[in-house]
């Protein structure tokens, strides 16, 4: 079966970093996918890990640990406009499907 | 580059009707999946279809179905719409199948069944 987990909400000061976790337990993991999702929008792509370590893009960096089943999105110089959801996602090999965790809504304040 | 494009945006349909709702991939993009998006079950995977096949399929009954064209545009279709089928229908494209693919997601269908 497929089980992804992540925070439902968190709350961060504007300037800072936030870290969201997220964890699963996917037969047959290939990948996990980072996106992020304003209010009324669609999910934009952020990142994608398949091999442990941290991928780094400008103020976003995503770190994956295969053995863990552990990955976490690092936000970094919060702005008002990071306010958003961030699903965490994982496919398995072979297949095109994205499974998604419930998300993580986050509120960045002044 | 044009994006992934949906339509219609919105739409309101009556219980027991059915609803056809269009995809059009981003250029060269190949694979398109079809995503239901709820505020209980957040999202969830419909089906993917690749070179006109579908390739996979979740767990929705057999109202929920679809179809790409030689062009690798895709329709979605609902027949006997229910209540709890109210949700944002997204629709994602990627260049390839497979899972390692970035998959870029339009802007949506919000369709409301009264």
């Known amino acids: 079966g497929q089980n992804i987990d992540q925070p439902t909400e968190m709350t961060a000061t504007e300037g800072a970093i936030v870290q969201i976790n997220c964890t699963y337990q996917?037969?047959?993991?290939?990948?996990l996918f980072w996106y992020q999702q304003h209010a009324g929008e669609a999910p934009t792509f952020l990142s994608y890990?398949?091999?442990?370590g941290l991928e780094e893009k400008g103020r976003f960096s995503s770190f994956l640990s295969r053995s863990k089943g552990y990955s976490y999105l690092l936000l970094k110089e919060l702005q008002m406009k990071d306010s958003a959801s961030y699903l965490c996602?994982?496919?398995?090999?072979?297949?095109?499907?994205?499974?998604f965790g419930a998300g993580t809504r986050l509120a960045v304040h002044p | 580059k044009a994006g992934v494009t949906q339509t219609p945006r919105y739409l309101i349909k009556t219980r027991g009707q059915q609803v056809t709702l269009s995809c059009s991939p981003i250029?060269?993009?190949?694979?398109v999946s079809w995503y239901q998006q709820t505020p209980g079950q957040g999202l969830q995977f419909l089906f993917e279809?690749?070179?006109?096949?579908?390739?996979n399929k979740g767990n929705f009954p057999g109202r929920f179905s679809g179809r790409q064209f030689s062009n690798s545009r895709s329709e979605m279709n609902v027949s006997t719409l229910e209540l709890g089928d109210s949700a944002l229908y997204l629709c994602?494209?990627?260049?390839?199948?497979?899972?390692?693919?970035?998959?870029?997601f339009g802007p949506g269908t919000r369709l409301t069944v009264t």
């Open positions: 250029s060269g993009h190949r694979s």
């Open positions: 994602a494209s990627s260049l390839r199948t497979g899972g390692e693919n970035e998959q870029y």
């Open positions: 996917t037969s047959g993991f290939n990948g």
């Open positions: 279809y690749f070179s006109e096949t579908q390739r």
């Open positions: 890990n398949v091999l442990d």
């Open positions: 996602a994982v496919t398995r090999r072979g297949y095109n499907k994205l499974i």
